[in-house]
């Protein structure tokens, strides 16, 4: 119940029925949407109407219109029975659209009727049925882009049917088909834009799209988890601030981590080191939000992914003075022998697939050339390591750094 106990800590100068009933009323409106028999749903659900009922005898308190528990109950009831009959009807079979868009959409439109403008579908007006379809309709109902050319029909044979059935009276029904002859054009084609989505309509269409059930709340908030870091993480790639403590920032060590001083060939400078640093967070970052690393974010955490490129990078200046353009083969060798004379198996592999997967990446982006990404490449397809040879050349040892002592404390857990 994190989500309840979040919308209480408000900020208390926030008029909590205005900024919150909504967003109440749609978590509630979304499970109703959901099987009848959806037990997995029913603590949520109760703990939401709870709240629901709070906030609403609150604002009555304090004088506002408001919108009553009880009526909101008969319109869930009211609508599920619509639903049911208008899914049997010679109109709705007419069609060729799922029962479930059928229900969500009347769900939708005597919910949130009520819900945002308090209205029943006895008083709908042409205003409020433009306000909910260029509104609710479009940012929020769990419509996909295609589904909104099927809306105009649907909503079509619905209104016959609820007049036909005498649901609607004819008025109400005149006043709903002046509000879809005005906007239904700019709700399909605001519709099939997913730029229009809020966050929680863009999450829930991105799970239906990669078969994540919902219902099944472990895999649900496993999934809503890895989601919600990677989109954090792409939004401060995006110059954006993210929600606190959901991007790992390691620790920058530049001005304390063991270094030479110079090679044959290259001065070690400090404000070199620390670009290389921040070049390192930013390209872990980046490969850790691409699509095709799903399977890595579903069996590591950010951190770990995080802390294998940023510890390479700052390794391999700190004791080659090697920038990324500069890296050798031999050099990498050397890194990789250290790390397997420190490190489970595991570790060593699982550091190889992501430096592979660096090198590519930096190839891609013509930051190294193509034979020389696949010359690194070939250093980690090299078999690990069965004795941990620390040879004597300048190779930094893991475990004197925090940071990369951290990452194998991590790793050996």
């Known amino acids: 119940m994190a989500g309840l106990k979040l919308l209480h800590e408000q900020d208390e100068s926030v008029d909590q029925f205005d900024e919150q009933f909504p967003v109440v009323s749609s978590l509630l409106l979304f499970i109703a949407s959901r099987s009848d028999n959806d037990l997995n749903m029913v603590p949520l659900r109760d703990a939401l109407t709870a709240y629901q009922d709070e906030l609403a005898e609150a604002a009555a308190a304090d004088g506002h219109l408001r919108w009553q528990s009880s009526v909101a109950a008969e319109l869930k009831q009211q609508s599920v029975d619509w639903a049911k009959q208008f899914v049997s009807s010679d109109e709705f079979k007419a069609l060729s659209i799922v029962p479930s868009k059928a229900r969500l959409l009347i769900l939708v439109l005597v919910g949130q009727a009520y819900e945002e403008l308090q209205l029943t579908p006895d008083q ?16 929020e109902m769990a419509f996909e882009p295609a589904d909104y050319d099927q809306l105009p029909d649907l909503l079509a044979a619905f209104l016959a049917f609820a007049q ?48 994540v059930d919902i219902n099944d709340q472990k895999l649900a908030k496993k999934y809503l988890s890895e989601y919600d870091d990677a989109v954090q993480v792409q939004r401060v790639l995006d110059g954006e601030v993210a929600y606190p403590g959901t991007v790992y920032v390691p620790k920058s060590e530049v001005e ?67 920038t990324p353009k500069r890296w050798e083969a031999d050099h990498v060798a050397a890194y990789l022998t250290q790390l397997a004379g420190q490190t489970k198996v595991a570790t060593y592999t699982f550091t190889t697939q992501m430096l592979r997967t660096l090198f590519g990446k930096l190839a891609d982006e013509k930051v190294l050339t193509k034979k020389t990404a696949a010359t690194l490449e070939q250093v980690c397809d090299r078999p690990y390591p069965r004795t941990a040879v ?24």
């Open 390 to 413: 620390a040879e004597k050349h300048e190779v930094h040892d893991l475990s004197k750094s925090r940071h990369g002592n951290k990452l194998l404390r991590r790793r050996k857990r």
């Open 124 to 139: 709908w007006t042409a205003a409020a049925l433009e306000q909910l379809l260029t509104g609710y309709v479009v940012n």
């Open 164 to 211: 036909r059935e005498d649901l609607l009276s004819d008025a109400v029904v005149a006043e709903v088909q002046t509000a879809t002859e005005k906007v239904m054009d700019q709700v399909v084609i605001a519709g099939k834009d997913d730029a229009n989505y809020s966050p929680a309509k863009t999450v829930l269409l991105k799970m239906k799209a990669d078969g």
């Open 256 to 322: 304390t981590r063991h270094h030479v001083q110079q090679t044959a060939n290259y001065k070690w400078y400090q404000a070199v080191a620390t670009r290389t640093h921040d070049e390192g967070l930013k390209t872990a970052r980046e490969l850790w939000v691409k699509p095709e690393q799903k399977s890595v974010r579903q069996a590591h955490n950010q951190a770990e992914v995080v802390d294998i490129i940023v510890n390479f990078y700052d390794v391999m200046y700190a004791d080659y003075v090697e």
